[in-house]
T-cell receptor, first 115, second 112 residues
Framework: EPEVTQTPSHQVTQMGQEVILRCVPI?????FYWYRQILGQKVEFLVS????????KSEIFDDQFSVERPDGSNFTLKIRSTKLEDSAMYFC?????????????FGSGTRLTVV | KQEVTQIPAALSVPEGENLVLNCSFT??????LQWFRQDPGKGLTSLLL?????REQTSGRLNASLDKSSGRSTLYIAASQPGDSATYLC???????????FGKGTRLSVIA
C-alpha cells in the first residue's frame, strides 16, 4: 500500500525559530495538502497545492506559512517565526484526483512543539 | 459553512459487541465522505470512502452508510475487538478540490 511519508515525526523548536516540515506524497498523486490538529481539537485545513501553486488556503495560513515542492518528490511546509500556538500535529495528505472517487491519503504526522 | 458533528464523543463497549458511530453534516451538497481511524498520537488511516452517489460501503467488519438528504452517515463495526480501540473521524468532501471538513471524532474503547 503506497504511503505518504512525513519527517521528522517530532520536532521541538524555540519560539521565533523557523521550522520546515517535510512530506513525500504518493508518487502518482497530483494534489497535496497540509492539515493540522491542535491537541484535543478538530483536524483543520491549512493549504492545498496543485501544479506547483497554492489552490486554496485557510485563514490560518498567513504570511508566516509557506509551502514548496522543491523537486519531484518532496512537499514542504515552512513556518517562518514559530509561535506557541503553532504547537500541533501537522499532517500532509495527497490524492490522485479531485473526483468523488478519490480519497485522501494522510501521512503519520509531525508533532511540532514550540517552547 | 459546512459543519460536521460526531456523536457520541466517547464510547466504551465490551468485546464482541456490534456498534454504530454517528456523523452528521449541515450541508447536504457533498462530493464524498471519508471515515478515518486515528490511534493516539498517530496519523489518519483511511477506512472507507463513500461517494455522494452511493448509499454504503463495506470493508471487512466495517460498514459505512450515507444518507445525503438527511445529512447523516453511520459507521457500523461488527464484533468489536480490543484492537478497534481508537478515535474514529468522519470527514466530508464538499466538492472538487474544496478541502475536507472534519468532525471531532468518536473515541472508542473496546474492553476485553
Amino acid at each position: 500500500e503506497p504511503e505518504v511519508t512525513q519527517t521528522p515525526s517530532h520536532q521541538v523548536t524555540q519560539m521565533g525559530q523557523e521550522v520546515i516540515l517535510r512530506c513525500v506524497p504518493i508518487s502518482n498523486h497530483l494534489y497535496f495538502y497540509w492539515y493540522r490538529q491542535i491537541l484535543g481539537q478538530k483536524v483543520e485545513f491549512l493549504v492545498s497545492f496543485y501544479n506547483n501553486e497554492i489552490s486554496e488556503k485557510s485563514e490560518i495560513f498567513d504570511d508566516q506559512f509557506s509551502v514548496e515542492r522543491p523537486d519531484g518528490s518532496n512537499f514542504t511546509l515552512k513556518i517562518r517565526s514559530t509561535k506557541l500556538e503553532d504547537s500541533a500535529m501537522y499532517f500532509c495528505a495527497s490524492r490522485a484526483g479531485t473526483g468523488a472517487f478519490y480519497g485522501y491519503t494522510f501521512g503519520s504526522g509531525t508533532r511540532l512543539t514550540v517552547v | 459553512k459546512q459543519e460536521v458533528t460526531q456523536i457520541p464523543a466517547a464510547l466504551s463497549v465490551p468485546e464482541g459487541e456490534n456498534l454504530v458511530l454517528n456523523c452528521s453534516f449541515t450541508d447536504s451538497a457533498i462530493y464524498n465522505l471519508q471515515w478515518f481511524r486515528q490511534d493516539p498520537g498517530k496519523g489518519l488511516t483511511s477506512l472507507l470512502l463513500i461517494q455522494s452517489s452511493q448509499r454504503e460501503q463495506t470493508s471487512g467488519r466495517l460498514n459505512a452508510s450515507l444518507d445525503k438528504s438527511s445529512g447523516r452517515s453511520t459507521l457500523y463495526i461488527a464484533a468489536s475487538q480490543p484492537g478497534d480501540s481508537a478515535t474514529y473521524l468522519c470527514a466530508v468532501g464538499p466538492s472538487g478540490n474544496t478541502p475536507l471538513v472534519f468532525g471531532k471524532g468518536t473515541r472508542l474503547s473496546v474492553i476485553a
